[in-house]
């Protein structure tokens, strides 16, 4: 245990400096950028060692390992992201322990975590998720809204009991006009934040940017990076 929390320990400060470097170079403060580490496939211990480390957001994209692992570590002061594509049929186990969604990409459920977050008696912090590849009949399977849709979409969070409408997030593209072009992606991003703030000015979170990209994320102006091969390693292929 010793062992894997010094290898946490040494990739947390690695992409940390990271973070500060980009900062840096795009003239913002260190404080304007959250972690969000993404623990997917990775136990609750490591989890624990993280929060040791001084992580408090962590993110997990699949209910069934996200449930137990948030029970496992309800003693601890994290915040709980969801970052996957999300099924009704999930929404009220996830509405459970998330903090934040931030992958809400479709009316139904928005109607769903609604009343999930009723039933609960907990405020959902929702994200709406972008797909900027949606407008290039090229979308692929990573879920999100095409960005004509994005409104609507918020305006329904908003006016939804138990949801906050927290921001944005996206994914950068594999195909269409952005695909390997992360940056300007992450940019378009934000210029959808910018439209989004008017009407909603506390919508000011957005998540984007990853292991490979968390450099142009930052650059674009992303509050949230959400990392996770960069901190826990490469991930066991799931059978």
Same mark, same amino acid.
């Given at each position: 245990?010793?062992?894997?929390?010094?290898?946490? =320990?040494?990739?947390?400060?690695?992409?940390?400096?990271?973070?500060?470097?980009?900062?840096?170079? !795009?003239?913002?403060? $260190?404080?304007?950028?959250?972690?969000? +580490?993404?623990?997917?496939?990775? &136990?609750?211990?490591?989890?624990?060692?993280?929060?040791?480390?001084?992580? $408090?957001?962590?993110?997990?994209? /699949?209910?069934?390992?996200?449930?137990?692992?948030? =029970?496992?570590?309800?003693?601890?002061?994290?915040?709980?992201?969801? +970052?996957?594509?999300?099924?009704?049929?999930?929404?009220? *186990? +996830?509405?459970?322990?998330?903090?934040?969604?931030?992958?809400?990409?479709?009316?139904?459920?928005?109607?769903?975590?609604?009343?999930?977050?009723?039933?609960?008696?907990?405020?959902?912090?929702?994200?709406?998720? +972008? !797909?900027?590849?949606?407008? *290039?009949?090229?979308?692929?399977?990573?879920?999100?809204?095409?960005?004509?849709?994005?409104?609507?979409? !918020?305006?329904?969070? =908003?006016? *939804? &009991?138990? @949801?906050?409408?927290?921001?944005?997030?996206?994914? !950068?593209? @594999?195909?269409?006009?952005?695909?390997? $072009?992360?940056?300007?992606?992450?940019?378009?991003? %934000?210029?959808?934040?910018?439209?989004? $703030?008017?009407?909603? &000015?506390?919508?000011?979170?957005?998540?984007?940017? %990853? *292991?490979?990209? @968390?450099?142009?994320?930052?650059?674009?102006?992303?509050?949230?990076? /959400?990392?996770?091969?960069?901190?826990?390693?490469?991930?066991?292929?799931?059978?």
């Amino acid at each position: 245990m010793t062992d894997r929390r010094t290898e946490l =320990a040494a990739n947390l400060a690695k992409v940390e400096e990271r973070i500060a470097a980009a900062c840096a170079a !795009a003239g913002r403060k $260190r404080e304007e950028v959250t972690l969000i +580490v993404v623990t997917k496939t990775y &136990p609750a211990s490591d989890v624990r060692l993280l929060h040791e480390l001084g992580v $408090r957001h962590v993110a997990e994209n /699949r209910d069934q390992d996200a449930a137990p692992k948030a =029970a496992a570590c309800a003693d601890l002061n994290l915040h709980w992201h969801f +970052v996957g594509q999300l099924q009704t049929n999930k929404v009220r *186990s +996830v509405a459970g322990y998330a903090d934040v969604v931030q992958s809400v990409d479709r009316l139904k459920l928005v109607s769903a975590l609604s009343a999930a977050a009723v039933r609960a008696e907990r405020e959902l912090g929702c994200l709406v998720q +972008v !797909a900027l590849d949606a407008e *290039s009949q090229q979308q692929g399977a990573r879920g999100g809204v095409a960005p004509d849709g994005v409104e609507g979409l !918020a305006a329904a969070i =908003a006016d *939804s &009991p138990g @949801l906050r409408l927290d921001g944005l997030m996206t994914v !950068a593209p @594999l195909a269409g006009p952005y695909a390997g $072009r992360q940056q300007a992606a992450f940019e378009r991003l %934000m210029e959808l934040s910018s439209g989004l $703030r008017v009407a909603h &000015p506390a919508a000011n979170m957005v998540s984007a940017g %990853m *292991s490979a990209d @968390l450099e142009q994320a930052v650059a674009a102006g992303a509050t949230h990076v /959400r990392v996770g091969t960069a901190v826990l390693g490469v991930r066991p292929r799931l059978g």
